[in-house]
C-alpha cells in the first residue's frame, strides 16, 4: 500500500530520530527483484536547501522509463524542522519530499533518490527511509562513495565494482560514461542491487547522473529560488507548505 502521509510525533532531536530509524530499518525489504529496467514510471527526487532563510525545497519528476520523457512534476517548499546531523539528513527532507509526492497524480513506479539507500552508516539511507515510509520501490543512486571503499571499475560502460563497508558489499560503483567518475548505486527498498544498476544504466544515455536526477535537481532549485525571492519580497509564508 502507498502513503505518502506524513508519521505522527515526526522527531525533532538526535535521539529520538535514532529510534525511530532503527525501528523502520527492521522494515526494510530487500529480497525483491523490483520493477523491470524500461517499463512503467522512473521518478527523480531531489532536495535543495537556503541555510540562511531555513527553507527546504523538494521536487519530483516522474519519467517515461522507456522514453525518459517527463510525465508529471511536482514541488513543495517548507520550513527545515530538523538540525543537521550526519547520518540523519531524511528526516530534514522526508517531510519535503513526502508532500511532493502528494501532490502527483501519477504513479511514481521506481523511485530515484539522489542518495544512498543501504550504502549508509547505519544502513538507512534517505532512499531506504522514504521507501519503508511509502511502500515504493526506491534505490539511491549518489555523487560520491561516502564513508565507503571501492576499486575502481574498468573504463567501459557498465562496468561496476563493489562498494564496501569492511567486507559488507552496502552497494555499486557504477561507470554510467566511458572513462568517468562512477556514479554509487545502491538498493534502497523492493529493488536488487543488481536490478538497481540496470536501471541506473537505462537512466544514463548521455550523461554520468541519471535523467531522473538531472531533472530533479534543477526543478527543486528552480523552486527554492522562487520562494526565497517570495520570502524576500513578502517576508511571508505565501507559496509555502507546512512540513
Partial sequence: MTSYAMPADWPTDERTARAVQDELRARLVLDEMGPPPGTGHVTGVDVAYDDERDLVAAAVVVLDAATLDVVEESTAVGTVAFPYVPGLLAFREIPAVLAALAGLRADPGLVVCDGYGIAHPRRFGLASHLGVLTG???????????????????????????????????????????????????????????????????????????????RADALCRSALREACVRHRVEGSNEGRVSI
Fill in 136 to 214: 515504493l520501490a526506491t534505490i539511491g543512486v549518489a555523487k560520491n562513495p561516502f564513508t565507503f571503499t571501492y576499486e575502481d571499475p574498468a573504463a567501459a560502460r557498465g562496468s561496476a565494482a563493489p562498494l564496501l563497508d569492511g567486507a559488507a558489499e552496502v552497494g555499486r560503483a557504477l561507470r554510467t560514461r566511458e572513462g568517468v567518475k562512477p556514479v554509487f548505486v545502491s538498493a534502497g527498498h523492493r529493488v536488487s542491487l543488481a536490478n538497481a544498476c540496470e536501471h541506473t544504466l537505462r537512466l544514463t544515455p548521455r550523461f554520468r547522473l541519471p535523467e531522473s536526477t538531472r
